[in-house]
């Protein structure tokens, strides 16, 4: 995979907070997450977890759909 798989900073634990909120406080499911935005629900889990990082792409994808679904549902 190319760009920044391995480098954890800032936007990576900002992200993984609000994945966790959106998943355990939330209810969203990391099953419907990983369909909506084309990422590994194994991957997600692992991110989630704090085992793993995501690349920019999809980091990109995750921050735009928990943007967009808050903003629907807020």
Same mark, same amino acid.
Request: net charge positive; aromatic share 6%; hydrophobic share 35%.
């Given at each position: 995979?190319?760009?920044?798989? =391995? *480098?954890? !900073?800032?936007?990576? =634990?900002?992200?993984?907070?609000? %994945? =966790?909120?959106? *998943? !355990?406080?939330?209810? %969203? ?6 369909? +909506? #935005? /084309? *990422? ?8 989630? =977890?704090? +085992? ?5 792409? !999809?980091?990109?994808?995750? #921050?735009?759909? %928990? !943007? /967009? ?6």
């Amino acid at each position: 995979m190319k760009g920044r798989c =391995n *480098i954890m !900073d800032q936007s990576q =634990n900002d992200l993984r907070k609000r %994945l =966790n909120y959106a *998943i !355990d406080e939330i209810g %969203l499911k990391a099953k419907t997450i990983g369909r +909506k #935005t /084309n *990422i590994a629900e194994c991957e997600l889990s692992r991110f989630k =977890n704090g +085992k793993a990082v995501l690349c920019q792409p !999809d980091v990109k994808k995750l #921050t735009s759909y %928990l !943007d /967009n679904f808050f903003m629907v549902e807020l």
